[in-house]
């Protein structure tokens, strides 16, 4: 780093800055004229916190409020947290009426009520329920005066329209640099329209309501020095965020030496520059590649045999390194169920191995991916999506670790997108050819070739 | 494309002809479908030059319009168009049977029972692509909102009477051909691809000559299927003329250059000779001279449709002989409520289908085509082993012989059955905790929760652990449709040694939560539509406006 450089990171107060940012949010959003209030947060900086944040607030306020969130898992996760900030204070837990509906977790803590009825739970400071269980409840039932809408940009505009008649004002907070929605059928019939059923909520509502605050979050708290860099530079060009924590502050060390093998010097790499690229030599494959997924799992065992210490802003000791705080991330879902197989066959359990779409909101030490192009012969739209690689470029507090065929950049430059443009559809910058070329350059830098 | 799809192309390409992709036919064929194969001008959106149409396959009905430019030409030939396609729409309109239904009494808001009336059967029309499709719908949206001098005296152009009630039906038609399963507007390269892989790429095979060259090659000339389908999309014969003539509605620019252009200007100069003519006699010889570059343009058209429409009714043979998949009727009650309810609306004098949907009829069609493409998926693999095959290989079914039931109960004051059923099964589901699977049991699905899986030969594994190729052993616990009583009603229980087909994904999805009326569309929205929506302004006419 140059010393002009240091001078600026010098005076950068990320605490002070977010701060900010979240101040002038929760001004807006308890007082402000507009009836929305548009939050874009970059990975990890810090969403959850300002959501119960601004629900704890708004419900000393007085407003009773409802929350809606996307899964069961991010509504449960939420009540949790609301009720460890503040145990005194009653939270409704809407749920479907199905079995398992919700977290055991939840019940007998005390102001925690559960029930699959609105009616029920009308009067409460706050109630949360996923958008599929709020679009179920009577607008001519219950009202609330503000809501709090989560991982706004991966609803969709449709649910948006089912649960907006509910309530008068609304905080939306999200990533927009996640998975877009999708829908199983096409939608083009719509593209254009302001109201694209198959769109962002988000998108919608800025379109019909162009003058709401937006804001942003301009600092993340999860991706390490070594990552917000890249992450920021690829997937959000022109909104720039940084990371809150320093080169010096995290520090991954491992007690078992390198045995001199792909997947040891690898975990090195990453170890010690945040990213390590294991690359195969070229192949075409089918989606479960049996040599890489192997390769994934050897290097999921080898990270845990080798006795790990994460060293953080969190903690005055290192941490060792378990099995809950690492991940693996594919982009189908028979990769994910290949991995797991094939993690079982060396004995590790307890690692998280899901898609893209589902660590989405997900937050781990070390992760592990496959590389979404490796091996293919095309480069799909599915398989560019931004989103996608950002989700699985963006779950790690100290490194990352991809593993990949050789010739993907070729695939790429053979692949151009040619998704025809819709007239009246904001182009998305950048494209995911622009930033899987942006990320595959920089983990060239971290290549540990291997042959299995 | 799954695994399947894609080892039946390469099968496809070793034995050089098509390959199965499916073992019954997964679309409803009507006894009399009305085929269209249009024709549009180069150059020109949404002129059309001319069309083969009919129930007939021995006397298709010609239409052709000899200056695709003129505007009373083209609405010469939507009127024709409207004579074919209006009567046999409306032949289904008045065979009805009543099906009693249930709806919100207007007063009370209670559910009272009512009778409504379902047609007997409902139109079908067939185009040979996907692109005929987009053409019909095209055609729709021109003419739905023209109006005719007994609707407006004062319009400039009036269209003739039955042009603007045409529109509405194609209009119809080509918004149900967006609903996944549905077949009131089918595409004859879709249906075909749908039942047979061929050797050549998706893209290619919305050639319908070279597709059917896949399926259907023709051996007594010693080709293979990849040989006839380079013929069918590259052969010419001498005068440069493509041996099989795109499907259309596009045409060979070949064709176009070398054949139509010329007859249609002969065709313009024998119009303006006419008008020009001094007296009768020489306006009779100038009138034959403009029949004749009438008729020519007419058997040009005609030379250009008449093999795709052959093509077409040869795919509807090749259908045919596939036995129908038990669970069509079912989807095709589905296009006869859909044309129904579009007749009732036509009959009531409901103004005709709005330019663009409103947010809220956006949603609700969306929300709807997801529903039916989920149950398309889940009916196609109920219905057909080769469907189901690809989706046991991805791990969303598992087939397998019960080789254990223990009954259990439920520890409720009313005890309900809750029995244990172990399945033994080759294939490798992707079960997660407690997950839910689902099988068929007298055309309803029954439910039951995963509870535990382990290798045959030992070794237990809990959800998506178990990696060995041996045979799996299931344990599920049936949940439901087994009636009221403390023991199950008969039969709804599997017994030792049935072979049992289980789905991880519904049979029937369930709706989606219930949408506002439009006229309570938030805030978020736009609020509710205005009434009646603004027209942008149109395009300032031009120099370069020839139409």
Redesign the interface.
């Known amino acids: 780093m140059t010393s002009v450089g240091a001078a600026r990171a010098a005076a950068f107060d990320p605490g002070a800055e977010a701060a900010r940012v979240t101040e002038a949010i929760l001004r807006d959003t308890k007082v402000g004229a507009h ?2 209030v548009v939050v874009d947060s970059p990975p990890g900086a810090g969403k959850s916190t300002l959501v119960v944040r601004a629900a704890l607030e708004l419900a000393d306020a007085g407003r009773p409020l409802m929350v809606v969130a996307q899964t069961n898992a991010q509504v449960d996760d939420l009540v949790l947290r609301l009720h460890e900030k503040r145990p005194d204070l009653p939270v409704g837990r809407l749920h479907s009426s199905d079995a ?1 509906a919700y977290d055991k977790a939840l019940e007998g803590l005390d102001n925690v009520l559960l029930s699959d009825k609105a009616a029920a739970l009308a009067g409460l400071p706050v109630v949360i329920s996923t958008a ?1 269980k709020w ?2 409840v ?2 001519s039932d219950a009202h609330w005066e503000q809501a709090i809408v989560d991982e706004a940009y991966q609803m969709r ?2 649910a ?3 649960v ?2 509910l309530f008068d004002r ?1 905080l939306f907070v999200g990533d927009p640099g996640q998975l877009d929605p999708f ?5 083009e ?2 593209a254009g ?6 769109a962002s ?1 988000v998108s ?2 800025l379109a ?2 162009p003058g709401l605050p937006q804001h942003r979050l301009p600092v993340s708290w999860r991706l390490p020095a070594s990552a917000a860099p890249l992450v920021s530079a690829a997937f959000y060009p022109y909104t720039p965020f940084r990371a809150g924590t320093g080169h010096d502050d995290r520090r991954l060390s491992f007690a078992v030496p390198s045995d001199g093998s792909g997947p040891d010097r690898v975990i090195d790499e990453a170890a010690h520059s945040g990213w390590g690229l294991l690359e195969l030599p070229h192949r075409l494959t ?1 989606r479960t590649d049996p040599e890489a997924v192997r390769a994934v799992a050897t290097v999921v065992r080898r990270l845990l045999d080798r006795g790990g210490a994460a060293v953080s802003e969190r903690s005055d000791v290192p941490v060792p390194l378990t099995a809950d705080r690492v991940a693996v991330g594919t982009a189908h ?2 990769q994910a ?1 290949a991995v ?3 993690l ?2 060396l004995g590790v ?1 307890d690692v998280v191995v899901d898609t893209a779409n589902r660590l989405q909101g997900r937050e781990y030490d070390v992760t592990v991916v496959l590389h979404p192009l490796s091996g293919r012969p095309d480069a799909t739209a599915f398989h560019l999506e931004t989103g996608r690689l950002c989700v699985l470029a963006s779950r790690h507090r100290h490194a990352c670790i991809v593993v990949c065929r050789a010739g993907v950049a070729d695939l790429l430059d053979d692949h151009p997108s040619t998704e025809p443009v819709q007239l009246g559809v904001t182009v998305k910058f950048p494209d995911g050819w622009e930033a899987n070329h942006a990320v595959l350059s920089h983990l060239a830098e971290h290549r540990v070739p291997w042959r299995p | 494309m799954s ?1 399947i799809t894609t080892l039946a192309r390469l099968e496809a390409i070793r034995a050089g002809r098509a390959q199965p992709a499916a073992t019954v036919r997964h679309r409803h064929l009507a006894e009399r479908p009305l085929v269209v194969v249009p024709l549009t001008t180069a150059g020109e959106a949404g002129a059309p030059l001319g069309a083969l149409v009919g129930c007939d396959r021995d006397a298709p009905r010609l239409l052709v319009v000899p200056q695709p430019r003129d505007r009373d030409l083209r609405s010469a030939f939507l009127a024709e168009l409207a004579d074919v396609v209006l009567p046999y729409v409306e032949s289904f309109a008045d065979d009805v049977e009543l099906v009693e239904g249930k709806e919100a009494d207007p007063e009370t808001g209670r559910q009272v029972k009512v009778e409504r009336e379902l047609c007997a059967d409902a139109p079908q029309l067939i185009v040979p692509s996907r692109a005929g499709v987009e053409f019909l719908r095209l055609l729709g949206r021109s003419t739905r909102f023209r109006r005719t001098a007994d609707q407006d005296p004062e319009t400039a152009y009036p269209a003739p009477p039955r042009v603007p009630l045409l529109g509405r039906w194609l209009t119809h038609f080509g918004e149900r051909a ?1 609903v ?1 399963g549905s077949s009131l507007l089918l595409a004859m390269t879709d249906l075909l691809s749908r039942h047979w892989a061929t050797g050549q790429s998706s893209l290619e095979d919305q050639h319908l000559g070279a597709l059917l060259a896949w399926i259907d090659p023709p051996v007594e000339e010693g080709l293979t299927g990849a040989e006839a389908a380079l013929r069918a999309e590259l052969g010419r014969d001498p005068e440069g003329q493509l041996l099989c003539p795109p499907a259309g509605p596009a045409t060979d620019p070949a064709f176009d250059n070398r054949l139509l252009a010329p007859a249609i200007e002969r065709y313009d100069r024998a119009r303006s000779a006419l008008a020009a003519a001094e007296d009768g006699v020489a306006a009779d010889a100038l009138l034959a001279h403009l029949s004749e570059a009438e008729r020519e343009i007419g058997e040009l058209v005609r030379s250009r449709t008449l093999p795709t429409w052959e093509n077409v009714w040869r795919g509807l043979d090749l259908l045919r002989a596939l036995p129908e998949a038990s669970r069509v009727p079912d989807r095709w009650t589905g296009d006869r409520w859909s044309f129904t309810a579009h007749r009732d609306r036509v009959a009531s004098g409901e103004p005709p289908q709005p330019r ?5 009829t ?2 609700q ?3 709807r ?2 529903r039916e ?2 149950k398309l998926d889940a009916q196609e693999a109920l219905d057909d082993p080769l469907v189901l095959a690809a989706r046991r290989l ?2 969303e079914a598992f087939v397998g012989e019960v080789v254990e039931v223990a009954m259990t109960y439920t520890e409720t004051k009313r005890p309900s059955p809750r029995p244990l059923v172990t399945v033994r099964t080759e294939d490798r589901p ?1 079960l997660g905790e ?1 997950a839910k699977v689902f099988r068929s049991l007298e055309g309803k699905p029954q439910t039951a929760r995963f509870v535990a899986a382990e290798e045959e030969d030992g070794g237990a ?1 809990g959800a ?4 060995a190729e041996g045979p799996l052993l299931v344990v599920l616990r049936i949940v439901d449709r087994m009636g009221r009583g403390k023991e199950p009603a008969l039969g709804s229980v599997p017994e030792k040694g049935d072979r049992l087909c289980f789905t991880l994904f519904e049979h029937e999805p369930r709706g ?5 009326d439009p006229e ?8 509710p539509p205005s009434d009646p929506a603004p027209l942008p302004a149109a395009d300032p006419v031009t120099e370069e406006d020839l139409l």
């Open positions: 009836r929305g398992d599929a679009g179920h009577k607008p505009s449709d948006l329209l089912t907006a008649g609304a829908s199983v059928v096409g939608a019939q719509w329209l302001s109201y694209d059923p198959s909520a919608t509502l019909h309501n089918p879902r028979d169920a797991r197989a094939a079982a066959e359990r | 695994l967006r996944p663009i949907d409103d947010a809220v956006a949603a069609k969306l929300a085509r997801e493409q989920a991805t791990g992707h407690k594994g998506g652990e178990v990696s989606g939560p219930k949408l506002p309570n569309t938030p805030w978020t929205h736009g609020g």
